[in-house]
């Protein structure tokens, strides 16, 4: 019972940054009806800003540094790339994200060659202990911190102009821009706040129990994907819920992994995925995703 309390709540804590992330693939779905797979060169970049700046000017500012570095990096892919295809097919704009993805994720794994990063994270391995469950303490940072930021976030979505100009342009952005809704200031807005979102998932993802940051860390964001896919890509709701579910989903999975040997090795990382497929067959467009309706 105790191995099962400790992966259930490493598995939320985990889940919550899973969250983040899959907020950030929801942020700008919403805002120009793209799947960005150019989501895990922002995670990266933020964590390595963050890296490469904490010894100089201390952990704090450095990570404000890698959250303003990681959303001007956003906004740049935005303006400079995305802005000029406006008008195409979605499909093709995706295809554009992935070719930006690796552009820069080539780029910053050239920069971090074969080392690991610390971060310079307060927290260290300390670890609490409490009824026999152990829990790292950056485990709880992540949790709480991912549980302001998404209250933030919804709430600034509820009741700001940005956030009604987002949904606005999620509804029928035609008639957004007729109504004066700037749908090129939204979509660099959700470029934005989606990148500053990958640089704090990026901390969490390389803190402790985990070595630092390396090369393969940008592949933790495809972890998320699962997570915005079956909580539903329009819906920011689901991104939390899908989150929770795939963070539970691999911390079980992975704990549990000896006892399901006849699975096959590596359940843990295959394990979303399968919970997402599952999803998808009894609600295609995800647990809170919207069904669009065609008249025939």
Known sequence: M?????????GISIGSVYA????????????????????????????????????????????????????????????????????SNHSVLAIVTIGVDILLTTELTRRIGTDVLALGDPWGDSVLTFGGVTVAHTRIAAFVVAGLLITVFLLAFRFTSWGVAMRAAAENSETAALMGVRLGRVSLGAWAVAGGLAAVAALFLTVFPT????????????????????????????????????????????????????????????????????????????LFGTKELARV
């Open 20 to 87: 983040l992330i899959a907020l950030g693939f929801v942020v700008i779905f919403r805002a120009t009806e793209v799947v960005n797979f150019a989501h895990a060169s922002l995670l990266l970049a933020g964590g390595y800003v963050t890296a490469v700046l904490h010894d100089d000017i201390g952990f704090w500012l450095a990570l404000l540094a890698g959250i303003g570095g990681a959303a001007a990096v956003g906004a740049g892919v935005e303006f400079l790339v995305m802005r000029r295809y406006r008008g």
């Open 211 to 286: 070595p630092g940051l390396e090369r393969s860390t940008s592949l933790a964001a495809m972890k998320a994907f699962p997570a915005a896919i079956l909580g539903g890509l329009d819906s920011t709701t689901g991104a939390l819920v899908g989150g929770l579910l795939v963070g539970i989903t691999e911390s079980l999975a992975t704990g549990y992994q000896s006892d399901l040997t006849f699975l096959g090795r590596g359940i843990g990382d295959l394990a979303p995925y399968l919970v997402m497929v599952a999803v998808l067959l009894v609600r295609p467009a995800g």
């Open 2 to 10: 105790t191995t099962f309390a400790e992966l259930l709540l490493n």
